[in-house]
Nanobody
Framework: QVQLVESGGGLVQAGGSLRVSCAAS????????MGWYRQAPGKERELVAV???????NYLDSVKDRFTISRNNAKGTVYLQMNSLKPEDTAVYYC???????????????WGQGTQVTVSS
């Protein structure tokens, strides 16, 4: 089992910056990836950024060049630095991690409780 605890988030004006953090505990050695999703009111949850265990990253097109995902392996923590924030970035941001287990391999997802990010215009 893996537990994820988020921190950060809040209210910021358009053009500002925020950083959200996610601390993982438990069986983090088996994790294949950690990342961030977001969900705005009335919309589906979408992947914002993910970092795979080999260090490769992937971003939602609309946040490329503005958001940066990073990881501190020693602390089991993943960060999302968000710059040049826009009102459309307003959402609840969820930390996600997953591992692959079993034969055939099956994905097991873990989720944080979510943290609100609000960008005012």
């Amino acid at each position: 089992q893996v537990q994820l605890v988020e921190s950060g988030g809040g209210l910021v004006q358009a053009g500002g910056s925020l950083r959200v953090s996610c601390a993982a505990s438990g069986s983090i050695f088996r994790l294949n990836a950690m990342g961030w999703y977001r969900q705005a009111p009335g919309k589906e949850r979408e992947l914002v950024a993910v970092m795979i265990s080999d260090g490769s990253t992937n971003y939602l097109d609309s946040v490329k060049d503005r958001f940066t995902i990073s990881r501190n392996n020693a602390k089991g923590t993943v960060y999302l630095q968000m710059n040049s924030l826009k009102p459309e970035d307003t959402a609840v941001y969820y930390c996600n991690a997953y591992d692959m287990r079993g034969t055939p391999a099956r994905r097991y997802d873990y989720w944080g409780q979510g943290t609100q990010v609000t960008v005012s215009s």
